[in-house]
């Protein structure tokens, strides 16, 4: 399925603004005095609910529909179910790789690491920061395929998926700067290293269009595209919805997850 170069370009932008965007989250821990729980928590839902409704509604109805196309009907639906769990047993597979101490998504702020026994606790922090950046790089890979490929099939669909990743990625840039700032006492070091963690997400997009997407078929790009919605799901049920709910209101976050699929529904109305 070929694609002009203007979509490429634009596509592995979106990529590059939604993994840079850990540094915005290296910047709050480092310049805001306290972490506005609420605002995040009502954050992190309304990346929820737009990954989880476009999901659902958008992505796993294009690639049912490019396979049935492809396939037939019941081979085509059957095929996009399998791709989809697939997605979900892929991005499970990374949370399973990742040990639980170091996940990215136990998010710590400046606040929360007391001054007593830094000395002895230096090394401990900087290992959790480099460890934290590493699993940042390696969940942040598959993030950047699926923004680029929902790019490449509809940019405006892309547009949605990359603001959701984005604001996802600005708490693992919090989990890798404020462990590193406080071993080595540099904001610079903390925000490059935290800055760096996010370039695993256009990594992700130059190889799959390199070794995926150049030589890829209808069919493959349903594949593909019904992954991306299982992967998506997982990272909303797994990582954002229980990030938010630790971080504030139960009833906060679920009116974001809800804002997030309002606004979603309507951009997708009013784009179709």
């Known amino acids: 399925m070929p694609h002009d170069a203007g979509t490429v370009l634009f596509a592995f932008s979106l990529t590059l603004m939604a993994g840079l965007s850990t540094g915005i989250g290296s910047a709050l821990a480092f310049f805001a005095k306290t972490t506005n729980t609420r605002f995040l928590t009502a954050s992190l839902g309304f ?24 396939l037939g009907p019941f081979q085509g639906y059957l095929m996009t179910t399998l791709a989809f769990f697939g997605g979900i047993v892929l991005i499970a597979g990374i949370d399973f790789l990742v040990p639980n101490f170091e996940n990215p998504h136990e998010v710590r702020d400046v606040e929360d690491i007391p001054d007593q026994d830094l000395t002895i606790n230096r090394k401990n922090l900087h290992r959790m920061g480099m460890f934290s950046a590493l699993a940042i790089a390696i969940h942040n890979f598959p993030e950047g395929i699926a923004t680029f490929v929902g790019a490449l099939a509809d940019p405006a669909l892309g547009v949605s998926i990359a603001v959701a990743v984005a604001i996802h990625n600005i ?102």
Do not use: C, N, Q, W
Request: charge should be negative; avoid cysteine; proline fraction near 3%.
């Open 171 to 272: 708490p693992e840039g919090i989990a890798v700067s404020v462990p590193i700032f406080y071993a080595t006492g540099s904001r610079k070091k903390a925000f490059s290293l935290s800055f760096l963690s996010g370039l695993a997400e256009p990594a992700g997009a130059v190889i799959g269009y390199f070794l995926i997407l150049r030589y890829v078929t209808d069919t493959l790009f349903g594949l593909m595209f019904a992954a991306v919605a299982g992967i998506m799901v997982f990272i909303s049920l797994d990582e954002l919805l229980p990030t938010a709910e630790k971080y504030g209101e139960h009833h906060i976050a679920m009116y974001g997850v809800v804002a997030g699929m309002a606004v979603m529904a309507a951009s997708l109305v009013l784009f179709a």
């Open 47 to 70: 990346s929820a609910g737009v990954m989880i409704y476009v999901s659902f509604v958008e992505i796993f109805v294009k690639a049912r529909e490019s396979l049935e196309a492809a």
